[in-house]
Structures are given as C-alpha cells and as structure tokens.
C-alpha cells in the first residue's frame, strides 16, 4: 500500500506558473501507474495528466496540454506536475493519484489510492 502527499499548491495570477509535488511512501513506487487529477469548485473529479511506471509515456487531458508538464523521480518516490499558463478555469482541488493494474487510465475510479489534495487558485 502506498502513501501520497501532495504539496505546491497555492495562489498564482493568471498566466503564472506553479509546480505540485506528490510524495509518495510505504511501497515500491515505480511500480505505480501515476496520474494527476483536479476538482473545480462545483464540479467532478478530471483526469488532468498521467505517466507510466518508468516515466517513458505520458497523457494529458485536452484542456492542459502544452501548458503542463507530468514527470516522476523513482529514485526519490516523488511525482512532479509542473504548470505554466495558468487560466482561472485552472482553479481547483488537485490530487495525486495510484494505480497498480497494468495499463494506465483517465478514470478516477481505476486509481486505488489518493492523496489529500493540495488547492491550486488562479486569479483574473
């Protein structure tokens, strides 16, 4: 069982940059799909970026790409999501997510273990 702690969150004007991190503990992390996920105020939970076991393959929602970028450092147990460009409608709760199935996955449901969630906030 792994253990996730995101932080990095904050407050940024729109345009700015701000990165998150997502601490993980307790099992071998590089055998974890990872995957970013945010909640909007008033919405549901979307799928924003994921990246394979080793790092070699990674997938965006539509609305982030280009403007953010997944990595992670096995040898540090650590998952970054660097963000630049950042719009209001960015603004959200974000969370780190684990899956241990093979094949990586946009669905919030298929990840088994989150973190508490870090509030990302862009003003106009």
């Known amino acids: 069982q792994v253990q996730l702690v995101e932080s990095g969150g904050g407050s940024v004007q729109a345009g700015g940059s701000l990165r998150v991190s997502c601490a993980a503990s307790g099992s071998t992390f590089s055998t974890y799909h990872m995957a970013w996920f945010r909640r909007p105020p008033g919405k549901e939970r979307e799928f924003v970026a994921g990246?394979?076991?080793?790092?070699?393959?990674?997938d965006y929602a539509d609305s982030v790409m280009g403007r953010f970028t997944i990595s992670r450092d096995n040898a540090n147990n650590t998952m970054y999501l660097i963000m630049t460009s950042l719009k209001p409608e960015d603004t959200a709760v974000y969370y780190c997510?684990?899956?241990?199935?093979?094949?990586?996955?946009?669905?919030?449901?298929?990840?088994?273990?989150w973190g508490q969630g870090t509030q990302v906030t862009v003003s106009s």
């Open positions: 990246i394979s076991r080793r790092g070699g393959i990674d």
């Open positions: 997510a684990a899956r241990t199935k093979l094949l990586p996955s946009r669905s919030p449901y298929e990840y088994e273990y």
